[in-house]
Each structure stands twice: as C-alpha cells, then as structure tokens.
C-alpha cells in the first residue's frame, strides 16, 4: 500500500514525532517505508526518520508491504493527520 500524506504538525518530525512514528511503525511485521526527497527511509529507525528532516508543509509517501500492510497504514497516517497530539 501507498499512501501520501503532508506533515501537519509544527515542529515536523523531529525527535518525539519520530520516536512516536517509530514505535508505532516497529508494531507490524510488515515493512514500512517512507518516500521524500527522492530517497527511501526504513520508517522502523529512528535514525532513518531523523534523516528524513521532514518539516511542517511536507509531503511524505508512507508504503506499507506485507502482513498487517492496512493496519500499520491506519494508525501512521492517522498519527500525522492527529499532528501527533501536538496541538
């Protein structure tokens, strides 16, 4: 599955952000990753997400692949959309 999502929150996925991202994506056993900047980030490391340097205003694909692919999407873009309970 592919999903693209903006980031929302004000400080983008800086360290709380990514840890939370992080811990939700490290749930599934399927693979998670995220698409910016032309590169590709494993979402289940949280050096891979600090590296990401995504900001407010951002667009990010989030790609899922394997078992639990639509609940692993559900809750992470649902984390972005919830600005990670920022605001």
């Known amino acids: 599955m ?9 400080s983008g996925l800086h360290a709380r952000p990514a840890a939370i991202f992080v811990r939700a ?6 693979d998670v990753n995220i698409e910016a900047n032309n590169s590709i980030y494993n979402a289940k490391s949280i050096m891979g997400i600090m590296s990401l340097g995504a900001k407010k205003g951002d667009e990010i694909k989030i790609i899922t692949d394997g078992i639990g692919e639509k609940e692993a999407m559900d809750e992470l873009v649902g984390l972005i959309e919830s600005k990670f309970g920022e605001e």
């Not at 592919?2 to 004000?10: A, D, F, P, Q, S």
């Not at 994506?25 to 399927?30: F, L, N, Q």
């Open 25 to 30: 994506a490290s749930k599934y056993k399927c």
């Open 2 to 10: 592919e999903k693209k999502v903006k980031i929302l929150n004000e």
